[in-house]
């Protein structure tokens, strides 16, 4: 447990700049947020120009947290042999619980208690705490699957794009796939929003999981590309 926490204060140290950073956007859209439910039946053109600036906003603030767990998950790589804690030594399950523990109580609830208080950029009104803490968990796994799969941010970035591209492409074929069903006569409906989170972090946590316990990334990376697929058919076609 002490070793734990030493970690986690040394993340906080590292990261403290850039998480004060972040927390001040965070806020700021927040607050903006709950001034445009207020003001959501403005016809005029400056409440359009709001809403463009804070969906901008949105993607800044995003950007940034992928930057927070960049700098976390990096400071001790995954990636390699040549990580200093790989020669202190340090357990693995110790380091896995630490960084867990670190987003969890520094990035998942802060976002999730300020977008549950004022609302979210792209809401009509502001979600539960339960579903913003969903929202909130699913972006930090997907960050912390990327970087722990690569050597530092500019490396997570070009996976990022890469999985993007397979997303897209794969997308395609399960148009035409969702329009053969339905042109067969069958029915259905797409798993909820909330499903689709729950899936994101059960399985981009489980990727994380593999790769701090067994350090095989080259496997770790298959898991992923053979996940989007599945990922895709399970909410993207109507099932019955």
Not at 25 to 38: Q, T, W
Not at 182 to 188: H, I, N, V
Request: proline content about 4%.
């Amino acid at each position: 447990m002490k070793l734990m926490l030493h970690i986690i204060r040394k993340d906080f140290r590292h990261l403290r700049n850039i998480l004060g950073t972040w927390y001040a956007l965070v806020i700021l859209i927040g607050a903006s947020s709950a001034h445009r439910i207020r003001l959501n039946n403005e016809p005029d053109l400056v409440f359009v120009d709001f809403l463009f600036l804070l969906s901008q906003a949105a993607v800044v603030e995003l950007l940034v947290r992928a930057a927070v767990v960049s700098k976390l998950i990096h400071s001790d790589s995954a990636v390699g042999s040549t990580a200093f804690w790989l020669s202190r030594p340090i357990p693995r399950t110790m380091l896995l619980a630490s960084k867990a523990a670190f987003l969890a109580m520094l990035v998942v609830l802060p976002a999730a208690i300020v977008e549950s208080a004022l609302g979210s950029p792209f809401a009509q009104s502001p979600p539960s705490l339960l579903e913003a803490l969903l929202t909130s968990m699913a972006w930090a796994s997907i960050f912390t699957m990327l970087a722990v799969l690569t050597r530092n941010l500019a490396g997570m970035a070009a996976l990022a794009g890469i999985c993007l591209g397979v997303l897209w492409t794969g997308s395609i074929g399960v148009r035409f796939l969702t329009r053969w069903h339905l042109e067969q006569g069958g029915t259905g409906t797409k798993l909820s929003d909330e499903w689709t989170m729950l899936f994101l972090v059960v399985a981009c946590g489980a990727v994380t999981c593999h790769q701090y316990l067994t350090r095989r990334t080259v496997r770790s990376r298959v898991l992923v590309f053979s996940g989007i697929p599945i990922a895709l058919l399970l909410f993207s076609v109507p099932w019955s």
